[in-house]
């Protein structure tokens, strides 16, 4: 094992760096929050040509969707780095032209993305069957609350809905309070988009074979379902697991805890020899080391490793964990994960020099690749940024004609909400913006 | 009709995979990160031996229930997979396989000589995916590397618990919180079967492999970007904010005269039609716009939480719910105004035991019966449909499908 770490180190820093993996694969998005924005976000980052469709004026609502409310230079950050590397396009659905744009991008696509509601892209002229019908190789994804078909298929849904509706909802709570909390930052939007992602990269690689597209049903609350093992326990015991607190009701003693100096570490014993391991230190009774999986061992378990981590300091804990080999982390905040040098050396967070936004921290992409890493370019661009440049590129669409639909009202740009335009820094002499120039 | 399109569409039946001939080596102990990148991808077709020197992880289960002697997690993460011990043989496939998954310690494996840097020598087209708690590589990793991964140790890492909870309780109930599923294991693996697929379509065209490297400990943070963003922005942490969105207001959960919902008002239109159905229209005034109901305050908008829960606990759920549609089927004034009209989504709250009654994932097919000496054991199917190449389970350890 001799210098195994600086051998993958310098792998990832100095080994051989190929083209994006996924350049040439061209993507059209109609979508809008999370679900579907982050699919094109993590295929942009690889390679893809990523041209995102909005509403003119407002875009996509999520631009106003910003933490607490704060914008940074009129742009919302969260939205900027869920939509880095696409391009933007405005066209307004409710126009017949526009829908005609809309089309014609689409047929040109590798793969189609959209999260509206059910059923709507097949009134607006861009369904599956649609689309299929002049491209016969689109790849076509359709995102949801609860699926394309089936009786709830035209119920509308958001992380916090799919979370509730798959029961997922009432799991995560304390045993003795009357609350039940849903999973934060949106766990019920990003599972499924790189569930997603999966799926279309699938797709991509079945097409290189055979030249065959086709067409993806991807909910949020069956991707939710999915990892819910639950269904089988309650299958078997006819019981619901339901609330745990802090305890994962697969190890044992399983907790947060907190250190003498006032921190607060998790300790999760999954394994027998994790035990052995952590039972010579805490003074754990060898008998109960095989019924140890019910609750009322687990809590026998647990306050004795309470009483045994506050009277120690979070760098003695994690120390002994080294030193035998059980599971312990310290619980950190938003501020410490930002703050983290081990997440700064490895790159999970990168300082970015974007053309609007200037020296931004953002997060990396969101897996190491020693040939081929993911590359954040630029940040979203206000609403329509791209039109001319994509029209030209895509359509080849003359200057006259996409004046033509400017004036027409098809196509669009921002209004003055934060969120959606420039920052007031911007400069209007702008070869990107004129299409004259591509990003980078 | 769209419906029946679709059912037809959908249909598995003599229908081939996306990942057919695609050989995956395993070897990820009691690491079920490792464990879901892998059964993904044989959901989708890929051949999956799974390697094991010991077999902890198929005693690893919810209060110890076993399937004939396998645990839950176990039994559905094996799925379409072959279970191999350690041995020459399987050597031999790890060091051919098309893509090796490693969730073991991090180096364990280049130990015994079949680490990424002797396998990639003979096989330089392997696709190699580390998972692990912090990577193969950085000082951190190093240092911690004796130290196994878990699901809560995981989620700790990733910042999660600290914000889950209600900030208005004290004592034991204010310390971070759990999120009730293996939430970063599950993110770690879907993550790794994700770069997984990115690579081996970049090796369609350079015929060469790579080493990827999955952070089980970075696995949410990064794909949501929330804390990053938030440290940025702010230069101090959330904290718990209970059922009340960081964002959005109302976005969370609300008790009713007999259960619960789950209400969404994403903008200013929703939450005026919320307010109408609720007969709250005394609130508008003061709530108006968005950026009145933002939450960084958690006192303010109790203020305002604490009325519509009085307002909401007075509903039937069905009642409540059955307002909301209402405000979606306007027929003329509708196709005028559409985008305009508010439309709060609200939906019920359902127990397990509900979901699974409910026959709308039934006729998806959102779970599987399996017939163990002739008892009905359910797990979930597969999470996507895909018209070409369906992802789907064809065999699990016990029993007939």
């Known amino acids: 094992m001799t210098g195994y770490f600086d051998f993958i180190k310098n792998l990832i820093k100095n080994g051989e760096k190929r083209e994006e993996p996924l350049k040439g694969v061209k993507v059209v998005e109609i979508t809008h929050f999370i679900f579907g924005p982050n699919i094109g976000r993590i295929l942009a980052q690889f390679g893809a040509e990523v041209v995102k469709i909005e509403t003119p004026g407002e875009g996509d609502r999520f631009r106003l969707g910003t933490v607490f409310g704060r914008f940074y230079r009129h742009s919302n950050l969260i939205y900027a780095v869920l939509n880095t590397n696409k391009y933007f396009v405005a066209a307004d659905a409710r126009n017949a032209k526009a829908r005609e744009i809309i089309f014609e991008l689409a047929r040109r696509s590798d793969v189609f993305v959209e999260n509206l509601r059910a059923g709507l892209v097949d009134t607006m002229g861009i369904g599956y069957q649609q689309i299929r019908a002049v491209n016969p190789k689109i790849i076509y994804v359709s995102c949801s609350g609860y699926g394309q078909f089936g009786p709830l298929s035209k119920t509308p849904s958001f992380d916090v809905a799919a979370q509730g509706v798959s029961s997922l909802a009432m799991k995560t709570g304390w045993e003795d309070v009357d609350e039940f909390y849903k999973l934060p930052d949106y766990f019920g939007d990003f599972l499924p988009s790189m569930l997603a992602i999966l799926a279309i990269l699938a797709a991509l690689y079945y097409r290189e074979k055979t030249g065959k597209g086709q067409y993806i049903d991807i909910s949020q609350t069956e991707s939710l379902l999915r990892f819910l093992y639950d269904i089988t326990y309650f299958s078997i015991t006819g019981k619901e697991i339901g609330k745990t607190g802090n305890i994962d009701p697969t190890a044992s003693p399983s907790g947060i805890f907190k250190t003498s100096d006032g921190k607060f570490v998790a300790i999760s014993i999954v394994t027998e020899k994790q035990f052995e391991a952590i039972a010579s230190v805490v003074g754990f009774d060898d008998s109960k080391k095989k019924d140890r999986f019910s609750m009322d061992v687990i809590k026998e378990l647990n306050e004795k490793l309470e009483k045994w981590v506050e009277k120690k300091n979070l760098k003695e804990i994690l120390e002994i964990a080294k030193e035998k080999g059980f599971p312990a982390a310290q619980v950190l905040d938003d501020l410490e994960v930002f703050k983290d040098p081990w997440r700064r050396e490895r790159g999970s967070i990168v300082e970015v020099q974007d053309r609007f936004l200037g020296k931004v921290q953002v997060p990396g992409p969101f897996a190491i690749f020693s040939s081929t890493p993911g590359k954040i370019k630029w940040l979203a661009r206000p609403v329509g940024y791209h039109n001319r440049l994509i029209l030209k590129r895509w359509l080849n669409l003359s200057d006259e004609e996409i004046e033509k639909l400017e004036k027409d009202g098809a196509i669009g740009y921002w209004d003055e909400m934060p969120g959606t335009s420039p920052p007031p820094t911007w400069n209007k002499d702008d070869e990107v913006f004129r299409g004259e120039k591509d990003e980078g | ?401």
Request: net charge positive; aromatic share 10%.
């Open chain 2, 1 to 401: 009709m769209r419906d029946e399109y679709l059912l037809k569409l959908f249909s598995e039946e003599n229908k081939p995979f996306a990942l057919d001939e695609l050989i995956v080596a395993e070897i990820s102990g009691e690491n079920f990160a490792g464990a879901i990148a892998s059964s993904l991808l044989a959901e989708l077709g890929a051949k999956v031996y799974r390697i094991e020197f010991e077999d902890d992880a198929k005693k690893i289960s919810p209060f110890g229930v076993q399937i004939d002697g396998i645990g839950i997690p176990y039994f559905i993460e094996t799925r379409n997979k072959e279970i191999l011990k350690f041995d020459e043989k399987a050597k031999e496939i790890v060091q051919k396989a098309d893509v090796v998954i490693d969730a073991m310690q991090p180096g364990f494996l280049d130990s015994i000589g079949i680490g990424y840097r002797q396998i990639s020598e003979k096989n330089p087209r392997v696709i190699y995916a580390a998972i692990s708690p912090y990577g193969h590589f950085t000082s951190k990793a190093e240092e911690f590397r004796n130290v196994p991964d878990s699901d809560l140790t995981a989620q700790a890492y990733n910042g999660y618990p600290t914000l889950i909870g209600n900030p208005f309780l004290t004592g034991k109930h204010s310390y971070p919180l759990r999120a009730g599923i293996w939430a970063a294991w599950i993110m770690a693996g879907a993550n790794a079967a994700v770069a997984i697929m990115i690579a081996l379509i970049e090796r369609g065209k350079s015929r060469k492999g790579q080493f990827i490297d999955v952070a089980t400990h970075d696995a949410i943070a990064t794909i949501t970007a929330f804390p990053y963003i938030v440290g940025f922005l702010f230069g101090k942490p959330r904290g718990r904010f209970g059922t009340i969105d960081y964002i959005l207001y109302p976005f969370g959960y609300h008790k009713t005269k007999d259960g619960y919902v789950v209400i969404a008002t994403p903008t200013d239109a929703d939450f005026r039609a919320l307010l109408k159905i609720l007969g709250r229209w005394d609130l508008e005034p003061d709530w108006k716009f968005t950026l009145d109901r933002i939450t960084d305050d958690v006192e303010r908008i109790k203020i305002l939480d604490d009325e519509l829960n009085k307002t909401i606990q007075n509903f039937k759920t069905y009642d409540l719910i059955k307002r909301a549609r209402k405000t979606r089927k306007i027929p003329i004034l509708g196709k005028i105004l559409g985008r305009f009209l508010g439309e709060p989504v609200i939906v019920k709250i359902n127990t397990l035991q509900e979901v699974l009654k409910d026959e709308h994932w039934w006729i998806r097919k959102s779970f599987i019966k399996v017939k163990i000496d002739g008892k009905n054991v359910l797990i979930p199917n597969v999470a996507f449909k895909m018209s070409e190449t369906p992802p789907r389970v064809l065999k699990v350890l016990k029993g007939q499908l």
